[in-house]
């Protein structure tokens, strides 16, 4: 009997031995480029015998001391009788981040006809469950019911944010993960512009390292104004002498606090408090601002910007437009489809993004902080 079982255990050994290699090679094996394909033609419905497909571009990053994780990058170049398609992907640790069909030249070729836009919507992630083995997808499912045609709705469900905007130009549907009161960027998204089409899926790309809120907004506002009593910036003239600024008025009445998230290590989310300073008048550079962010799990100061404009001076009855990038403002990142697609590398940047008529002062400014005599309360 003992002989039968010590040949029975030797037996499942070896077989387990047998099976883990198969296993290994299989998700190590994953190839994102025949996933892709798989994804425009079983989730997209794009009809792929109708084109000429060619790999236009293939980009793999493998991991590192800093980065942890592999990255890859697919482009295909399709071509049919009526249409030119670009499609591309971006996988993580060979998960699907987004992917990106635009059109070209002409409209898609799909295996079937295509319905209005809330139902395109239900079948695309009925698919994408499908696809994936997702069941979670279910809850976003049913949000849609909540929508009514040529209607836009924001409703908070659970601990989701969901959003469905349409115009004439675009249509975005998404879902943000919210907890105490906090957005974080782990979403999903579908927007369609014309005939192009920006799949996003960042659920699992983010960990939330903390949701604690210990630091209340005007505790967060008071240690701002702490900060930045030690706080000063050079601006740099070119061929002049710089300018060192140390002595700056704060407007108290003007200040505004917004509870966001942010990477403290990759990937890994926090609550912060992005607060603004307005100032009393145009400082040397043209800053009109001081932005100041603390983390709301501990009270720590992690940065602060100032804030300038470049071109003409706005007149006394306007206020120059800050916007940040799209992490800093995740409450408004569906407003506009294509930062759908791009919020995926805002994460990887944390300087503060200006508006387009402003000049980034990063190169003309260099920024001081002097550490209090008091310690700051958290």
């Given at each position: 009997?003992?002989?039968?079982?010590?040949?029975?255990?030797l037996?499942?050994?070896?077989?387990?031995?047998?099976?883990?290699?198969?296993a290994?090679?299989?998700?190590?094996?994953v190839?994102?480029?025949?996933?892709?394909?798989?994804?425009?033609?079983?989730?997209?419905?794009?009809?792929?015998?109708?084109?000429?497909?060619?790999l236009?571009?293939?980009?793999?990053?493998?991991?590192?001391?800093?980065?942890?994780?592999?990255?890859?990058d697919?482009?295909?170049?399709?071509e049919?009788?009526?249409?030119?398609?670009?499609?591309?992907?971006?996988?993580?640790?060979?998960?699907?981040?987004y992917?990106?069909?635009?059109?070209?030249?002409?409209?898609?070729?799909?295996?079937?006809?295509?319905?209005?836009?809330?139902?395109?919507?239900?079948?695309?992630?009925?698919?994408?469950?499908?696809?994936?083995?997702?069941?979670?997808?279910?809850?976003?499912?049913?949000?849609?019911?909540?929508v009514?045609?040529?209607k836009?709705?924001?409703?908070?469900?659970?601990?989701?944010?969901?959003?469905?905007?349409?115009?004439?130009?675009?249509?975005?549907?998404?879902?943000?993960?919210?907890?105490?009161?906090?957005?974080?960027?782990?979403?999903?998204?579908?927007?369609?512009?014309?005939?192009?089409?920006?799949?996003?899926?960042?659920?699992?790309?983010?960990?939330?390292?903390?949701?604690?809120?210990?630091?209340?907004?005007?505790?967060?506002?008071a240690?701002?104004?702490?900060?930045?009593?030690?706080?000063?910036?050079?601006?740099?003239?070119?061929?002049?002498?710089?300018?060192?600024?140390?002595?700056?008025?704060?407007?108290?009445?003007?200040?505004?606090?917004?509870?966001?998230?942010?990477?403290?290590?990759?990937?890994?989310?926090?609550?912060?408090?992005?607060?603004?300073?307005?100032?009393?008048?145009?400082?040397?550079?043209?800053?009109?601002?001081?932005?100041?962010?603390?983390?709301?799990?501990?009270?720590?100061v992690?940065?602060?910007?100032?804030?300038?404009?470049?071109?003409?001076?706005?007149?006394?009855?306007?206020?120059?437009?800050?916007?940040?990038?799209?992490?800093?403002?995740?409450?408004?990142?569906?407003?506009?489809?294509?930062?759908?697609f791009?919020?995926?590398?805002a994460?990887?940047?944390?300087?503060?993004?200006?508006?387009?008529?402003?000049k980034?002062?990063?190169?003309?400014?260099?920024?001081?902080?002097?550490?209090?005599?008091?310690?700051?309360?958290?």
């Amino acid at each position: 009997m003992k002989k039968r079982f010590r040949k029975f255990v030797l037996f499942l050994i070896v077989a387990v031995m047998l099976m883990l290699p198969k296993a290994c090679a299989f998700s190590i094996g994953v190839d994102v480029k025949d996933k892709t394909l798989s994804f425009l033609r079983d989730v997209l419905e794009l009809d792929l015998s109708k084109y000429m497909i060619k790999l236009s571009d293939y980009f793999i990053e493998y991991p590192d001391e800093v980065t942890k994780n592999l990255r890859e990058d697919v482009t295909y170049s399709l071509e049919g009788a009526n249409s030119q398609i670009r499609a591309s992907c971006l996988f993580i640790n060979k998960s699907m981040i987004y992917c990106r069909m635009y059109a070209e030249q002409g409209a898609p070729t799909y295996v079937h006809a295509q319905g209005n836009i809330i139902n395109r919507v239900r079948n695309i992630l009925e698919r994408y469950r499908d696809w994936s083995g997702d069941s979670s997808l279910n809850e976003m499912l049913e949000m849609l019911t909540l929508v009514e045609p040529r209607k836009n709705v924001t409703v908070v469900v659970g601990t989701w944010r969901f959003t469905f905007k349409t115009t004439p130009e675009f249509t975005d549907v998404s879902w943000l993960y919210m907890l105490n009161g906090v957005t974080y960027p782990n979403c999903l998204g579908v927007s369609f512009v014309g005939n192009n089409v920006y799949f996003l899926d960042e659920r699992k790309l983010y960990t939330i390292g903390s949701a604690d809120v210990k630091t209340s907004k005007d505790d967060a506002i008071a240690i701002a104004l702490k900060y930045v009593e030690n706080y000063s910036f050079e601006i740099f003239m070119g061929d002049q002498p710089s300018i060192v600024v140390d002595d700056f008025g704060v407007v108290k009445e003007k200040i505004t606090a917004e509870l966001l998230s942010w990477p403290r290590e990759e990937y890994m989310l926090y609550p912060y408090w992005k607060v603004d300073l307005p100032l009393d008048k145009l400082y040397p550079g043209n800053i009109y601002e001081i932005c100041v962010n603390i983390w709301a799990d501990t009270g720590e100061v992690f940065r602060c910007v100032p804030l300038g404009f470049g071109g003409s001076l706005p007149t006394q009855d306007s206020q120059p437009e800050q916007t940040t990038n799209s992490q800093e403002n995740t409450l408004e990142w569906t407003l506009t489809p294509v930062v759908v697609f791009l919020i995926v590398f805002a994460i990887a940047t944390s300087a503060l993004i200006i508006h387009k008529w402003k000049k980034p002062l990063s190169h003309h400014l260099k920024q001081r902080h002097n550490p209090p005599s008091q310690p700051m309360s958290d």
